[in-house]
């Protein structure tokens, strides 16, 4: 098993834990009376936890279309590969040409017929 893999579950419980702190926290004032007092540190507290679960989300989000758009240009640079491969494969059959030492060949854009 791979690194990677050994950890795929943390960023589902991360984003469940979250979620529950943040719904906890929104409903803090309808489950408990709160002292008027405490009431601006609920209130920031609650901020927190809402900003918290946003970078989350907006995390997510951005890594997955990250992945996305690394996927298609490897996908692309691949296709690319492929076809400059094609273009570039020996010659078939193979020319019967021996050059001696010293000498040298002119190759034509065509055939002679």
Do not use: C, H
Not at 38 to 66: C, E, V
Not at 73 to 87: C, E, H, K, S
Request: proline share 7%.
């Amino acid at each position: 098993m791979s690194e990677a893999r050994k950890y795929e579950w943390v960023p589902g419980a991360l984003a469940i834990a979250t979620t529950a702190m943040v719904a906890l926290a929104a409903l803090t004032p309808y489950l408990w009376a709160i002292p008027k007092d405490n009431m601006n540190l609920i209130t920031q507290s609650q901020t927190t936890l809402w900003n918290g679960w946003l970078m989350i989300l907006g995390f997510y989000f951005a890594t997955s279309l990250n992945a996305r758009k690394a996927s298609d240009t490897i996908d692309t640079l691949a296709q690319t590969a492929r076809t400059a491969g094609a273009a570039l494969a020996p010659l078939s059959p193979i020319p019967d040409v021996t050059l001696e030492p010293g000498q040298t060949a002119t190759v034509a854009a065509t055939p002679e017929a």
